[in-house]
């Protein structure tokens, strides 16, 4: 989209269960009996809500900071240390709490990821006698064989969501490999130590973070953009939006939670919330936004919060009494997992519901209620106040050659796309106000040109406003000025829209 407004703005959407005595089968892997195998816990029916597969905790058999959920929710995996001062990798069944698998390697295990297709599970050791950068070992979750092992940087790993590829990195370098040839393709440079590493839902972009900014960049590792943070404290860590393809949230050293929408624009970061107000100091603030896209868990102290990222209210707190390490949601949003100082896998319902929004439709005395992904006949009443931002999609059914007007009165920025039965899209409908409290108008006449059900996909942000500021430094005798400008915020505009799909 297009802004057109007078000041200078950017758009922000800115559990120990016994088991039978394991038999070593080679260096590495340690296999629990067949009947409990991973591949048979795997093989079982999919469920849509995995909240019944609440286990009691688990206690590591030795010490863990790294926990990964396997994409279906059914298996976690945790890395670090036996009692033996082995490092290991653990797997357990979320629902029995029974340990499927022990890897073993033959150095400390700094990262720890799950492939989004379930088949790999990634880990990331340190120096090596083959490399001083140290190695990446992917491992079949189900069998405990080596698939591969890259001799590059490790201290974070992060997959693509179509398992493809993995950045990884560390101290200040980024690599981009290959998964199918196990081949580097790419090595950057963030500028200064990478704390945090991650890939966009969509797969578009992978941002890089340090204390001080993002980079963000292509998924073939090309530079698109620096993101400078001037915020009081330094960034700790971050996670991407798992709805909303371009927006990050971020943990800070001054105890704050910022958002950050429109990464690849020009979105600024925004504080959500600051756990000054909870009593609380992060340690080292862990973040991860829920599947359900409206909730973000961030950690304190000793406990985990929750907050709606559309206000920052606390919505609920779990109290840990000990700093968490690691902090991962199951894949429906119903149950977060962490693992603390004490070495116990603990499993949180939470039990929120959607706060996704809505378009609210008014039922025409000629027409049906508009729900997202239904049909409906005209004439259909349209009404969205102050969502934050998103997209919504009103369907109706339509004939060849039939007229029908678009009107909607509009404050903010707000595009409206009309997809013919085919998916194509016919008709795109902008509009934008020029300032706070001013509105403006889409009326758009539309001859539609096949039979079927059409789409209107309403696509709005909110905008945040900031004022130039200028000013002069001139010389004491006043000789020489120089001007400056910056930008203050000044306003945040809420989009609105009311309006009509009619029959001519």
Same mark, same amino acid.
């Given at each position: 989209?297009?802004? +057109? ?7 922000? %959407? &800115? ?43 688990? %206690? ?5 900071? %790294? ?15 036996? @009692? ?20 073993? $390697? ?34 079949? *979750? ?12 490790? !201290?974070?790993?992060?997959?693509? *969501?179509?398992? +493809?590829?993995? /950045?990884?990195? $560390?101290?200040? !370098? ?14 950057? @440079? ?73 990464? $690849? ?18 340690? *080292? ?15 304190? +102290? ?11 209210? &606390? ?29 116990? &896998?603990?499993?949180?319902? /939470? ?17 049906? %209620? ?10 259909? #009443?349209?009404? =969205? ?8 999609? =009103? ?14 009165? &509009? ?14 899209t016919i008709q795109r409908m902008y509009a934008s106000t020029d300032m706070v409290g001013l509105t403006a108008q889409i009326n758009e006449n539309v ?9 209107? =996909?309403?696509? #709005?942000?909110? /905008? ?17 000025? /120089? ?5 203050? #915020?000044?306003?945040?505009?809420? *989009? ?9």
């Open positions: 989209m297009k802004n +057109k407004m007078l000041f200078i703005m950017s758009l922000i %959407l &800115i559990t120990l269960v016994a088991c039978n005595e394991p038999r070593t089968s080679n260096d590495n892997h340690i296999v629990i009996d067949s009947t409990d195998s991973l591949s048979s816990i795997q093989e079982e029916d999919s469920v849509d809500n995995v909240s019944w597969l609440l286990a009691e905790d688990i %206690l590591v058999p030795g010490t863990a900071d %790294l926990i990964t959920l396997s994409p279906d929710g059914k298996i976690i995996a945790a890395a670090g240390r036996d @009692d033996n001062e082995q490092n290991k990798i653990w797997i357990w069944d979320v629902q029995s709490g029974k340990l499927l698998n022990e890897f073993r $390697h033959s150095n400390y295990i700094y990262s720890l990821a799950w492939s989004p297709d379930g088949n790999t599970l990634a880990s990331g050791t340190g120096k090596t006698s083959l490399s001083d950068e140290g190695e990446i070992t992917l491992w079949d *979750p189900r069998t405990g064989e080596i698939k591969d092992e890259l001799i590059g940087y490790n !201290k974070n790993i992060a997959w693509s *969501p179509d398992s +493809k590829f993995i /950045v990884s990195s $560390h101290e200040e !370098k980024l690599q981009w490999w290959e998964i199918s040839t196990g081949s580097l393709i790419r090595t950057s @440079d963030h500028g200064s130590e990478i704390r945090a590493i991650g890939w966009s839902s969509a797969g578009t972009y992978v941002a890089s973070m340090s204390t001080r900014q993002f980079m963000l960049w292509d998924a073939h590792g090309s530079l698109l953009k620096e993101i400078i943070l001037h915020g009081e404290g330094l960034a700790q860590n971050f996670t991407w939006s798992t709805f909303y393809s371009e927006a990050i949230a971020y943990t800070d050293t001054n105890n704050s939670v910022y958002t950050l929408f429109n990464v $690849h624009k020009n979105g600024r970061p925004k504080l959500l919330t600051n756990a000054v107000d909870l009593g609380n100091i992060f340690h *080292p603030g862990k973040i991860a936004w829920s599947p359900e896209h409206s909730t973000i868990a961030f950690t304190g +102290k000793d406990g985990i919060y929750l907050t709606n990222w559309t206000d920052g209210e &606390i919505d609920n707190t779990f109290i840990t009494e000990e700093e968490i390490s690691s902090l991962v949601w199951f894949p429906d949003g119903s149950m977060l997992a962490s693992i603390g100082e004490d070495n116990i &896998i603990r499993f949180w319902p /939470v039990n929120i519901l959607s706060n996704t929004q809505q378009t609210q439709v008014e039922a025409p005395p000629t027409g049906d %209620l508009v729900n997202s992904g239904s049909s409906s006949n005209l004439p259909l #009443y349209i009404e =969205i106040q102050e969502p934050l931002a998103g997209n919504e999609t =009103i369907m109706f059914s339509g004939s060849a050659g039939e007229n029908i007007q678009i009107y909607a009165t &509009i404050q903010g920025d707000v595009e409206f796309q009309l997809i013919d039965p085919s998916g194509n001859t539609l040109p096949n039979d079927g059900t059409y789409s209107i =996909i309403v696509i #709005y942000e909110p /905008v945040d406003v900031y004022r130039i500021i200028v000013e002069e430094d001139c010389n004491s005798d006043g000789s020489a000025c /120089v001007q400056n400008t910056r930008e203050e #915020y000044e306003e945040t505009i809420y *989009p609105s829209i009311s309006g009509a799909i009619t029959r001519n």
